[in-house]
């Protein structure tokens, strides 16, 4: 199936709709909604498009790479310093050192490897290495306004191992360097691991005091505890403890139900108070009536309990609840007929009234016949029951027996109190017992105590004989090699990434400009129909003397396009077809005048029209003169006729663009050339023009207008394919067929194992003889 290039291909929106571009219906255009653009204009750059991109930028990617290579190689030589490195390296042990004893493992500074390589660039370390005699004054310190700074910035220290901790410093002086580094070493073990071995020396003093005075104090309180314990005449505290144990346990029982019945005797007294007043509160038919009056008042509450019963029956009765639901039913009915009649006296209406009435009348009958009945049944029931009491007497009866509870538990508690006055006179007799057994748990502790600490300095007594935690593995020396190879090494990766990077950046600069590489990403990319391509022709070759090769190609090329042009012409009944690119120099000139060469070796009459009125070259390539041309028609200077001018290719003519003049592009603009290009399609077989860039100059979508087809002209790593895009959804948004497009700047390479066994020479005049190698 044969596709269809001359639009791009359609693209679905997620409801399914088509995208594409509308044609022409009844005269009108149809409205249109915008296109998805070809994922080819936004896709990110591939391997392909490097090699393209550095294809076209080697040079100039050579040039900056050699130079910023060169610049960075210098600047790294410059700034790196040959210079000696000098090292000292100490033990660490993880852990306390210990002959006999391991003594329990404290969380000290020294055992944090940051901190030690903070204290070592630390001015408590560097401020007495440098006061040491004759550092200060070394060639490399002398003139540093800040000394501790240089050396905490040039010192580097780290580990090198599980223990193991190195200190170096990088210098020019081998000599000096070791010099400050034995000062750096030395200044680190007295100020650092000595100040700790004084902390540990004085920490043990200070327990061995603390020691000395727990044993002076042991030994006044074991006197004081036995002088006690012959005064109570006790062997030990054992006797009196259990006896004031139990003369305690006694106390506090008893003190505990004291409380606890003072504290109900007031809750009590608070509830007692509380109801008195209410009942001195209430009504004074309740609060000093008789009995007699009591006796009518229950009697009457007896007769009110009756009725609310019985009312209370009869509206539980089925027959009753039925009628009374009819009841609502008719009346409900009446006051709608009401709101809808306009006679009151409508005979629904009346209807209505008097079933309501008849409801009425056997709900009060049924309630007449059922009254005395539940009645007699309600009195029965209440008989059988007894007659309440009156809230005054309730609260006079609850008063009585809140005094009687009262007095209870003041009895509980004045014996209570007395039998915890009794046992506290007999524990006061046990507080000399109280504080022998004091005295003993004191004697105790302290004993503990003072056991614990004589352990511990017979432990820090043996292990003071156990070697440091910090020792000097390797003293400083002097460096024999400097770091010269590591510096033209570092030189080397400098220039070789500085290199590399300028090509990486030339090349994706140059991916920005999205350039055409090669025909598939006009065809397959952007949906556009590629009719062919022509070769590159070096500007160097000689004009008199050109291979054959390059000659053969560039016709074969040129013919190629003419037969998918005239292919098309002939189905499309076309005659004047229209050339331009999306910008100028693009190789619009060079198409157009060789299709139409090639189009008059086939025998027809073809005139070539240069309409670019702004930067005119088509006359330079047939060699003829500028004007007159089209500008000049245009402006009513000459006629037609005269400014058709002949070629030296048989059935070629030519019209120049003419003098570049304001009032020529206006004309042409305003569509001067309609005329012109009737008459001109009567005389000549084939009409080409030669129009400016699309995407800059208006005109070209006015002249396309007056042509058949358009073909766009695109340039090999100099068109750029967002551009080629945009220009061609201009021409089709004025309706004009696109042809397709022609690829310039191809490679010879890609030609070259056909066409290198020919060659040509042309003469001046014109003339060639051709050979056969």
């Known amino acids: ?30 409205l249109q909604t915008y296109k998805k653009q070809p994922d080819i204009i936004n896709r990110s750059i591939r391997p392909t498009d490097f090699v393209f991109a550095l294809r076209r930028r080697w040079v100039l990617s050579m040039v900056l790479g050699f130079f910023f290579t060169t610049v960075v190689i210098l600047i790294a030589y410059l700034a790196i310093p040959v210079e000696y490195n000098a090292k000292v ?12 004893f391991k003594l329990p493992s404290e969380k000290h500074y020294l055992n944090d490897r940051n901190a030690q390589a903070t204290l070592i660039r630390s ?41 193991i901790l190195q200190i170096s410093i990088s210098g020019e002086d081998r000599d000096e360097l070791v010099k400050i580094l034995t000062a750096v070493r030395d200044s680190y073990m007295k100020e650092i691991v000595q100040v700790e071995r004084d902390l540990e020396t004085q920490k043990r003093n200070n327990l061995e005091r603390a020691y000395n005075h727990l044993g002076k104090m042991k030994q006044r309180k074991e006197i004081q505890y036995q002088n006690l314990a012959d005064r109570l005449g006790v062997s030990d505290s054992k006797n009196a403890m259990y006896s004031n144990r139990f003369a305690q ?68 009765n089925p027959t009753i609840k039925e009628l009374r639901m009819q009841y609502e039913n008719i009346q409900a009915l ?91 006179a007999k524990a006061k007799t046990s507080g000399e017992t109280t504080e022998l057994q004091s005295l003993r748990s004191e004697l105790d502790r302290m004993d503990s105590m003072y056991n614990r600490m004589g352990t511990q300095l017979d432990e820090w007594k043996v292990e003071a ?36 990077g300028t090509i990486i950046a030339v090349s994706g600069f140059d991916f920005l400009g999205r350039r055409v590489n090669s025909s598939d990403e006009l065809s397959y990319g952007l949906g556009i129909h590629v009719m062919g391509d022509l070769p590159l022709i070096s500007r160097g070759v000689h004009r008199n003397r050109v291979n054959q090769s390059i000659q053969g190609l560039l016709m074969e090329s040129i013919d190629n396009i003419r037969t998918a042009l005239l292919h098309r012409a002939e189905a499309d009944n076309m005659k004047a077809v229209l050339l331009t690119s999306s910008l100028e120099k693009e190789g619009k000139t060079t198409v157009s005048s060789q299709l139409a060469a090639s ?49 030296r290719v048989e059935n070629l003519w030519i019209i120049p663009a003419g003098t570049p003049h304001p009032d020529a592009i206006i004309a042409l603009a305003q569509g001067d ?87 040509i020479e042309v003469s001046t005049k014109g003339k060639s003889k051709a050979r056969r190698r």
């Open 123 to 163: 001015n408590i370390v560097l401020g007495p290495a440098l006061q040491m005699p004759g550092i200060s004054k070394l060639k490399c310190l002398r003139d540093e306004p800040d000394k501790v700074h240089w050396l905490a910035t040039h010192l580097t220290v780290g580990y090198t191992g599980s223990e």
């Open 89 to 100: 390296m100490l033990r660490f042990a993880e852990d306390r050192q210990y002959i006999l």
């Open 1 to 30: 199936m044969e596709q269809n290039f001359n639009q791009l291909p359609a693209e679905v929106n997620p409801q399914g709709r088509e995208l594409a571009v509308s044609r022409r219906a009844g005269g009108f255009r149809e």
């Open 334 to 424: 009446l006051e709608r007929e009401r709101s809808v009649a306009m006679d009151p006296n409508h005979p629904n209406i009346k209807r209505l009234e008097q079933a309501l009435e008849e409801c009425n009348a056997q709900i009060a009958a049924v309630t007449k016949r059922l009254t005395p009945e539940i009645a007699k049944l309600v009195q029965a029931k209440i008989d059988n029951e007894e007659v309440p009491m009156s809230r005054a007497e309730k609260l006079a009866e609850t008063i009585e027996s809140l005094k009687i509870e009262l007095a209870v538990y003041q009895a509980e508690y004045e014996s209570c109190e007395k039998s915890y006055q009794a046992e506290l």
């Open 465 to 500: 004989q156990a070697g440091p935690r910090v020792e000097t593995i390797t003293e400083p020396e002097a460096p024999r090699h400097n770091n010269q190879a590591i510096k033209y090494q570092t030189m080397a990766f400098l220039g070789l990434m500085t290199f590399v």
């Open 599 to 647: 189009l008059a070796r086939t025998g027809r009459r073809v005139i070539l029209v240069d309409v670019d009125l702004r930067r005119p070259s088509s006359h330079r390539m047939f060699d003829r003169p500028l004007n007159p041309g089209l500008a000049e028609y245009l402006r009513k200077k000459v006629s037609l006729d005269e400014v058709i001018t002949t070629t």
């Open 249 to 316: 346990e006694n106390l506090a029982h008893w003190r505990q139900q004291r409380d606890m019945n003072l504290a109900r005797i007031n809750g009590l007294t608070m509830e007692i108070k509380k109801r008195s007043a209410f009942l001195e509160a209430m009504a004074p038919e309740e609060q000093g009536a008789t009995r007699e009056e009591r006796e009518n008042l229950r009697i009457q509450q007896r007769a009110n309990l009756i009725r609310s019963l019985t009312v209370q029956a009869l509206n539980e």
């Open 673 to 759: 050339m309609e005329e012109p290009m009737r008459l001109l399609r009567e005389q000549f077989d084939f009409i080409i023009v030669d129009s400016g860039p699309v995407l800059t100059d208006a005109d070209v979508l006015v002249m396309g207008r007056l042509c058949d087809g358009v073909i766009l002209s695109v340039l090999r790593d100099v068109s750029r394919i967002p551009l080629v895009y945009e220009a061609c959804e201009r021409i089709r948004m004025v309706d004009i067929p696109l042809i397709g497009t022609v690829l310039n700047g191809v490679s010879f390479g890609k030609y070259r194992p056909y066409y290198s066994s020919y060659s």
